[in-house]
C-alpha cells in the first residue's frame, strides 16, 4: 500500500517513515501540504 506522509518536523517524518517502510508500505514523505498537493495533482495526470 502506498501513503502520503505529511510532516513538517524532520526526525518526526523521519521515523514515522522509517516504522511504516518496515512495516512494507510505500510512504512518500511531504514537509508541507502544498508539496503533497502538487505530488498528487502530476501523479494523477
Known amino acids: 500500500m502506498r501513503l502520503i506522509l ?3 518536523e ?15 508500505y510505500i510512504v512518500d514523505w511531504f514537509l508541507d501540504g502544498t ?4 505530488y498528487l495533482e502530476n501523479w494523477l495526470d
Open 10 to 24: 524532520t526526525d518526526l517524518g523521519a521515523a514515522i517513515k522509517q516504522v511504516l517502510s518496515h512495516e512494507a
Open 35 to 38: 508539496q503533497a498537493w502538487q
Open 6 to 8: 505529511v510532516e513538517d
